[in-house]
């Protein structure tokens, strides 16, 4: 299987044990609004929000309308195209992963995505499905908050700027939607937010003409460890959600004692957030930094897609 996407697969199968210490209580007040890291802005004129920050009729990029535009990481032999929406009855933000050779959207290639949801207070992952775009593919759903844990806690509303929001995160990768495990995994996940973070893009027109651009914008990082704490861990995926961009407009995947040579790919701009979470021996295995923004082509809907499956949104 190809490292994209690869500790997906590592956590969905590895089982991560032991305690941890118990998630304090939240602060009385809300530090942010979640779902605006969820999500593609769109201006009423069809034009891109973070480039015509402006405009005054503004819109989630949803299922239903066309999706007028995606982001990819053009890397020559990997490029992953992804495209978010909001599902129809709002009740999931999707980011979709598509990869070479075919590039438009077709999950029995492999094709899939993550799927995120927001009960009011926490944002989780409902379900992921990922592959490497040659028929490889693995797909589950990140089970537990309705079986006495939280299942893929990604961050909340009380993710604040002023240092780590943490928690014990306790879920179990499962090919059952109702699956309620007699144990869960045990996973450290933090959250942060940065504000004003350098977004570099790079923007592709249908004719090919590029142009590029940083915009700082607030985003959040957030970590989820394969341990019940970080520095028992050796293996780590970081998200970086940017507002009114969409979710995982940077991923990493960070190990100790990596069995081959790293892939380790860099990305432009981003910088302070982008490093190793401690000086004990993390190693950068893959990065995909989702900073092309191209015109979508084909035109199509989400809906049209077919994905994510009804029984997504857990």
Known sequence: MSSLRSLFCLLLLTSCGGGGSVTPPPPPQATIDPRAFLYT????????WVLN?????????????????????????????QNTYVLDDGSGWVATFSYPPHLAFDAA??????????????????????????GGTAAGWWVGARCGGTGWVSFDKYTGDQGWREWLAKLRGATDPQACPSSLDSAYTRARVVRGLPVYLVLQDLLGNVTTRTVPLDAVVTEHYAGPTLAGATQMERQVHVANVGPSVYWEAWVKNPPEQPAAYQCPGAEGWNGPP???????WDRRCRTVVRTADPVITGDQWGWPPPDAVR
């Open 41 to 48: 802005r769109i201006c009423g004129d069809g034009s891109l």
């Open 53 to 81: 920050q402006g405009c005054q009729y503004q819109v989630a990029q949803g299922a239903t309308p066309v999706v007028t535009w995606r982001y990819d990481w053009a890397h020559p032999d990997q490029a992953q195209v």
């Open 109 to 134: 290639n492999g094709d899939g995505g993550d799927v995120f949801v927001y009960d009011g207070e926490t944002v989780r992952i409902s379900y992921t499905q990922n592959g490497d775009g040659r």
């Open 278 to 284: 401690d000086g004990s021996g993390w190693v950068l």
